[in-house]
Nanobody, 123 residues
Framework: QVQLVESGGGLVQAGGSLRLSCAASGRTFSTAVMGWFRQAPGKEREFVAAISWGDLRTYYTDSVKGRFTISKDNAKNTVYLQMNSLKPEDTADYYC????????????????WGQGTQVTVSS
């Protein structure tokens, strides 16, 4: 089992920045890919970004390319999502996900999920 805990959400004005963190614990040695998803009110959960644990390959949805950056700190078993130039349409609950044993940054399964952190971008 892998436990994921997100933090860093909050309220920010359009054009501002936030950094989300996802701390992993438990059987983290089995983690292959970690990613971020988001779900806006009344909408389905959508993929945002992912990073592979081994070769640091990254993948982003088109709407965040050039604005968001995913990274990880192996020593802390933590994945970050740096969000710059935020827009009101980025408002959502953001969830961290992890795939164990094997996975692809372009198709994160979500074997494990965090509880989510809320991001609100005001116009």
């Amino acid at each position: 089992q892998v436990q994921l805990v997100e933090s860093g959400g909050g309220l920010v004005q359009a054009g501002g920045s936030l950094r989300l963190s996802c701390a992993a614990s438990g059987r983290t040695f089995s983690t292959a890919v970690m990613g971020w998803f988001r779900q806006a009110p009344g909408k389905e959960r959508e993929f945002v970004a992912a990073i592979s644990w081994g070769d640091l390959r990254t993948y982003y949805t088109d709407s965040v390319k050039g604005r968001f950056t995913i990274s990880k700190d192996n020593a802390k078993n933590t994945v970050y999502l740096q969000m710059n130039s935020l827009k009101p349409e980025d408002t959502a609950d953001y969830y961290c996900a992890a795939d164990a044993h094997a996975g692809s940054v372009s198709s994160v399964r979500g074997d494990y999920w965090g509880q989510g952190t809320q991001v609100t971008v005001s116009s």
